[in-house]
């Protein structure tokens, strides 16, 4: 197989005048070798990435300097972004950044990377280049450490999470004891990486197809408290069970809800932090408010998620025939009406939101303005 992607057979061109090889890597070749969409496409050459980024740049293609000095750099097309890296090979890690230089040697570019499977490379006729036996890996459906384990994750340690990630992915293969005494030898050093990165690594668990096998051999080899102070792994397990049960499409972030973590060191964006504050209110609401209100107040789906984390099977199909039109008043009607700016609007809006979720969402403007006169208005 190849993989082919039109607008990048002009940038081949463009290094092949120049004398350099240009190659897919990591996930898009071991992904198009299973048959799956590559989410993005990764390129390797020997050329430098200055010198690279300069080139593209005379022939008027848009390029991104995103990490130059690693050898990084991202090139634009059709607002398609494509990573084009220098060959590197590592002088000096802490398991947490690493001091790398440049190479022309692929083996050495191979030998520094993760696992096998992600050290596949590509050429835009279709020629495989394997250095460290990664299709075998691909085929068996191993996740092996290139070289001593150990060694790559003394190099960074959130390699530990990266292996769960893949394992659930691609492993058919059982977690050896040998390799869960290292991860449980290694589990303290993860607190020495920034919070952001175990956020990213861990979220993409969460929301993999079957996390749990993956968390309960993490909580077994002691990684989980080093991020997570409380957590709870079966209400997880039941959520998952309920998900599957109605066929709801995964969500790390219900599923991260459903683990009940009070207490963690994760970083958060304040979109995913508004979305627990939700959770938490329709949760103690849900059976205080009509559905059609808590629906219209703190969305929809939002409140499908409350019936999945409650495992509320037949409210969640229930709710699956709501449909939230606009709701049709705003200020301006009811300041026509001679209701004054302030608190008594703000009162208005919110009784008649809730006539209007009464009604199954039915009332309409004239209906609803006439409810307002009626009652509102009359009582004050």
Known sequence: MTIIIPDLFPIYKIYQETGFSLRYVGGCVRDSLLGLSPH???LATPLPATQGLSLLKQHGYTVIPTGIEHGTFTLVINKQPYEITTLRRDVATDGRRATISHTENWEEDAARRDFTINALYMDFEGTLYDYVEGLPDLKAGVIR???NAEDRIREDYLRILRFFRFHERFSKQPISPLLKATFTKFSPHLKTLSAERITQEFFLLLGSKAPYQELTIMDECQILPHFL???NLENLHSVLETERQVSAPPSFLRRFAALNCGEHTLRLSNK??????VINKLQQAIHQEPLPYLAYRFGLDNLLDVCLLNNEIELWGHLQSFIIPPFPLDGHDLTALGITKGPTLG??????EKLWCG???TLTKKQLLDKIKEDFLASN
């Open 347 to 352: 009162q208005a809006l919110r009784q008649a």
């Open 40 to 42: 993005d496409y990764d």
């Open 272 to 277: 995913e932090k508004n979305y627990l504050t």
């Open 229 to 231: 102070i409380c957590y």
């Open 359 to 361: 009604s199954a969402y």
């Open 145 to 147: 450490f290139i070289g």
